[in-house]
């Protein structure tokens, strides 16, 4: 696609429920990446995949979340018995390769709401 | 690790006045640094880089960033903002752990009429 697409954008849940969020990249581009943005907390990088590698998971706040990509392509995003404090907006984004003069594409985010 | 430190969380500012957004970076052999834009209710987008060569980068609507290597600033500046640049602003560098961006909390302007 012209961008990159993020799926819901927008998700309320109950407290203990499992989420997915998905994230499809722009054709072509092996890097991405998921970052977290809480309210005056910035951004929060999650996790990086090559293709569909993950090299280091240790981004993620706890066990309860995971991630993979499959073909290359799309990625998702897992938490699971979701927390108050899992709340924020989810961020994905892409770039044509691990070489950072690309810049990042990111796409609009999936905003999470427990309740 | 590296870090950045975005001074400001908000700046008010009215329409036609000059505006300057502070950075500052944690030192290192080689930095490549970034500013991005998230317009209300949209993804973030990048606004410009430093990467080698020129420390006045320039982005195509009017503000520019220029990299100070002893001072570890990347400031960001226009000198006559719009309405339309309201937005919160993110100022990035290259260098997490795993290669990634590492962001600053970001500067909300709002620009006043």
């Known amino acids: 696609g012209a961008g990159v697409s993020q799926s819901p954008s927008n998700k309320v849940t109950e407290k203990g429920k499992d989420v997915e969020l998905r994230c499809d990249p722009i054709s072509g581009h092996t890097a991405l990446y998921w970052y977290r943005q809480s309210l005056g907390q910035g951004l929060e990088f999650l996790i990086y995949?090559?293709?569909?590698?993950?090299?280091?998971k240790s981004g993620l706040p706890s066990d309860r979340f995971s991630a993979e990509r499959t073909g290359g392509s799309v990625s998702t995003l897992t938490i699971q018995r979701t927390q108050q404090e899992d709340s924020a907006v989810y961020l994905c984004?892409?770039?044509?390769?691990?070489?950072?003069?690309?810049?990042?594409?990111f796409g609009s985010g999936t905003r999470l709401t427990v309740v | 690790a590296q870090s950045v430190t975005q001074l400001d969380s908000q700046v008010p500012v009215f329409e036609e006045a000059p505006v300057e957004l502070r950075c500052n970076y944690s030192?290192?052999?080689?930095?490549?640094l970034f500013w991005y834009v998230q317009y209300p209710n949209q993804g973030l987008q990048l606004l410009l880089k430093y990467l080698s060569g020129s420390t006045l980068v320039e982005s195509i609507n009017g503000f520019e960033a220029e990299f100070n290597k002893s001072q570890t600033s990347f400031h960001l500046r226009k000198p006559s903002v719009h309405i339309s640049d309201t937005a919160e602003y993110f100022c990035a560098v290259l260098g997490g752990s795993q290669g990634n961006l590492i962001f600053g909390k970001g500067t909300k302007l709002s620009v006043k009429p």
């Open positions: 995949f090559q293709g569909n590698s993950a090299p280091d």
């Open positions: 030192s290192s052999v080689s930095v490549y």
């Open positions: 984004a892409s770039s044509l390769s691990l070489r950072q003069d690309y810049g990042y594409t």
